[in-house]
């Protein structure tokens, strides 16, 4: 647990442009990407009861799957030392932080430079699936393609309507900024739930 709170903490310290994501919150922004984490949900837990999807590479370590890096947070909220259940919830606060800068840099691999259908398709397929190297059962990762198509076309969408005015590399930024705005906001939302339930545990 102290290993993943410092691990937040370096970026949250040093990174400045986190501001630049919060402000383009908005109310409609929360609205698409909960409706969108209900969707995955639902898919995810549909796909759950496809024979052998219910595993990931933990299954064969721990006897479930599972973010690892979530993983040993969560556990966490379970131990017997009060010490370390405390630290939990600090652990998903200080995470909120730093949300924007692990958003953009999945932003920046998964969608800058993709802008029509086909390439947005694949990279959507490939950011729900890349997830099952940190532990998430298939089932989780193949729900996973939904949010990445979402924020491709939020991607394509800003890109298209700024090429003409900002120029293509601007455009891109841009771009990429408007689908950082909305991967935070539905990480956020997720971390936020879980916070809930670490502190119910403690």
Same mark, same amino acid.
């Given at each position: 647990?102290?290993?993943?709170?410092?691990?937040?903490?370096?970026?949250?310290?040093?990174?400045?442009?986190?501001?630049?994501?919060?402000?383009?919150?908005?109310?409609?922004?929360?609205?698409?990407?909960?409706?969108?984490?209900?969707?995955?949900?639902?898919?995810?837990?549909?796909?759950?009861?496809?024979?052998?999807?219910?595993? @990931?590479?933990?299954?064969?370590?721990? @006897?479930?799957?599972?973010?690892?890096?979530?993983?040993?947070?969560?556990?966490?909220?379970?131990?017997?030392?009060?010490?370390?259940?405390?630290?939990?919830?600090?652990?998903?606060?200080?995470?909120?932080?730093?949300?924007?800068?692990?958003?953009?840099?999945?932003?920046?691999?998964?969608?800058? @430079?993709?802008?029509?259908?086909?390439?947005?398709?694949?990279?959507?397929?490939?950011?729900?699936?890349?997830?099952?190297?940190?532990?998430?059962?298939?089932?989780?990762?193949?729900?996973?393609?939904?949010?990445?198509?979402?924020?491709?076309?939020?991607?394509?969408?800003?890109?298209?309507?700024?090429?003409?005015?900002? @120029?293509?590399?601007?455009?891109?930024?841009?771009?990429?900024?408007?689908?950082?705005?909305?991967?935070?906001?539905?990480?956020?939302?997720?971390?936020?739930?879980?916070?809930?339930?670490?502190?119910?545990?403690?």
């Amino acid at each position: 647990v102290l290993l993943a709170v410092a691990s937040v903490a370096l970026p949250l310290v040093s990174e400045r442009r986190n501001w630049q994501v919060w402000k383009r919150f908005r109310i409609k922004m929360f609205c698409e990407a909960f409706g969108v984490i209900l969707l995955t949900i639902a898919v995810a837990i549909v796909l759950w009861e496809v024979p052998g999807l219910k595993y @990931g590479w933990t299954s064969l370590f721990f @006897g479930g799957s599972g973010n690892m890096l979530i993983k040993p947070i969560t556990e966490g909220s379970h131990s017997t030392h009060i010490s370390i259940r405390l630290l939990v919830p600090i652990f998903f606060i200080a995470l909120a932080f730093v949300l924007p800068f692990l958003a953009r840099s999945e932003e920046r691999s998964f969608r800058k @430079g993709y802008d029509e259908w086909g390439p947005i398709i694949k990279q959507s397929i490939k950011f729900g699936l890349v997830h099952c190297f940190v532990g998430v059962p298939l089932a989780a990762g193949i729900a996973l393609i939904i949010p990445g198509f979402f924020y491709g076309y939020k991607y394509k969408r800003a890109f298209d309507r700024n090429t003409e005015t900002l @120029g293509y590399g601007r455009a891109e930024d841009e771009a990429v900024m408007v689908s950082t705005a909305y991967h935070t906001m539905y990480n956020m939302i997720v971390v936020a739930l879980l916070l809930l339930v670490a502190l119910t545990a403690v």
